[in-house]
């Protein structure tokens, strides 16, 4: 079962480079089928990490909080259990 970690976190303005820069770096006990990072308006960070585990309650690693006085509001986390793949 693929189980995809969601993570978002919203720099204070003007520091949208810096965070992420610092979501780049964060290393991940164990490896991910795949990671993708992604920036979007309002200094906007996003990580979605793809995991094979056997349950969708599994147990993963996720990124930790960046430093309190680069974001404007705490991280958002969502999980998400793949059901289907269209090509």
């Known amino acids: 079962m693929t189980v995809t970690l969601m ?5 204070v303005p003007g520091r ?12 991940l006990e164990g ?7 992604f920036t979007a308006a309002q200094d906007r960070v996003l ?9 969708e ?11 309190a006085g680069l974001l404007t509001r705490p991280v958002h986390r969502w999980r998400f259990v793949s059901r ?3 090509a």
Do not use: S
């Open 57 to 67: 309650d599994a147990a993963l690693p996720e990124l930790p909080e960046p430093p």
């Open 7 to 11: 993570w978002e976190a919203r720099a």
């Open 16 to 27: 949208g480079a810096d965070l992420l820069e610092w979501a780049r770096a964060q290393e």
């Open 47 to 55: 990580v979605l990490t793809w995991w094979d585990v056997p349950d």
């Open 84 to 86: 289907d793949v269209a």
């Open 31 to 37: 490896v991910p089928l795949r990671r993708e990072t």
